[in-house]
C-alpha cells in the first residue's frame, strides 16, 4: 500500500514514519510513504501556496491551484485516482474500523493544511474526504496524517509480525486492553497478580477478559455500546454494576 501525503513540511512527515515498526514495514516495501511537497506546484514566482481570505479575517487561506496540480500530477503518475482525505477538526472522527476500511486501499493521498485552511474549491474539486483525529486544533494537518498512516498501516497484511499481531487488543471487540505485567515478580513491594504465575491458561484467559470488563466500564462505557460480548461478558458486567450500587 501506498501513501500520497501532500504537505508543505515533507521532512516532518517523513522523519516521524522512518522509524521502529512502520520504518520496517517501508524497508520491507509492504507500504511506501511519499512525501509530496505542495509549494513545487506552485506558479508564483516567490513560491506562495497561501493568500488573504476574501471577506477579511486573520490568517491565511491555502490556494487551490498548487493543491489541485500536485493532485492531478500523483494521478498522471499512477493511472488512476485515488482516494483524498483531508486532515481537518472538521472532519469524520478517525477510528479503528475506517483504519482498517482504508487499509484494503492500494493508494492513498493524505492532503496536510496549514494556515486558517484549504481554499474550499480544491476540496470540492479533488472530491475529499474529511478526517479529524480529536477535538483539538493542531499547527498542521502532518501529525493527524502520520497518526492515520500509523493506524492504517499496522492494518496492512505483513506490516505486524506474529508477536506484534493485531487480533487480542485494544479495540478488536470493542474493549480496552487488560493489564500486562512482566519481570520481576515483586517490584516495591507490588506483586503481579497470581492467576498469572498460576499457568493455568483458561483461568489467564478469564481473568484478562473481566479485566477488559471492568476498564471499559469504568474508563470508556461508551464502548460498551458496540462491544462484542457474549452471554458470560454480560454476567460479569452486572455482577460489576451491583458491587458498585453495593458500595455507593
Ligand atoms: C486535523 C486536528 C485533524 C485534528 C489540522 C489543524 C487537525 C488539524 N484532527 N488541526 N490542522
Request: glycine content about 6%.
Amino acid at each position: 500500500m501506498k501513501f500520497h501525503v501532500m504537505t508543505l513540511f515533507p521532512d516532518m512527515v517523513l522523519d516521524g514514519l522512518n522509524t521502529s515498526i512502520i520504518g520496517r514495514a517501508q524497508n520491507e516495501k509492504i507500504i511506501e510513504v511519499e512525501a509530496i511537497d505542495i509549494r513545487d506546484y506552485t506558479r508564483d514566482k516567490h513560491r506562495h501556496v497561501d493568500d488573504y481570505p476574501y471577506g477579511g479575517g486573520a490568517g491565511m487561506v491555502m490556494q487551490a491551484a498548487p493543491i489541485c496540480d500536485c493532485y492531478d500530477d500523483i494521478c498522471r503518475k499512477l493511472g488512476k485516482k485515488p482516494r483524498v482525505i483531508y486532515m481537518t477538526p472538521q472532519g469524520k472522527l478517525f477510528n479503528q474500523e475506517i483504519a482498517k476500511e482504508l487499509a484494503k486501499e492500494d493508494d492513498l493521498v493524505l492532503l496536510c493544511g496549514h494556515y486558517e485552511g484549504v481554499d474550499e474549491r480544491a476540496l470540492e474539486l479533488l472530491g475529499t474526504e474529511s478526517l479529524s483525529i480529536g477535538d483539538y486544533v493542531l499547527t498542521g494537518g502532518e501529525l493527524p496524517a502520520m497518526v492515520v498512516i500509523d493506524a492504517v498501516s499496522r492494518m496492512v497484511h505483513g506490516v505486524l509480525t506474529n508477536d506484534e499481531s493485531a487480533d487480542f487488543e485494544s479495540f478488536e471487540d470493542n474493549l480496552l486492553e487488560y493489564p500486562q505485567y512482566t519481570r520481576p515478580e515483586v517490584y516495591k513491594d507490588l506483586r503481579v497478580p497470581e492467576v498469572l504465575m498460576s499457568g493455568h491458561h483458561a483461568n489467564i484467559m478469564k481473568w484478562r477478559r473481566e479485566k477488559s470488563l471492568e476498564r471499559t466500564y469504568e474508563r470508556r462505557p461508551d464502548l460498551l455500546a458496540d462491544a462484542n460480548l457474549d452471554k458470560k461478558d454480560i454476567k460479569y458486567l452486572s455482577t460489576i454494576k451491583s458491587l458498585e450500587e453495593q458500595n455507593g
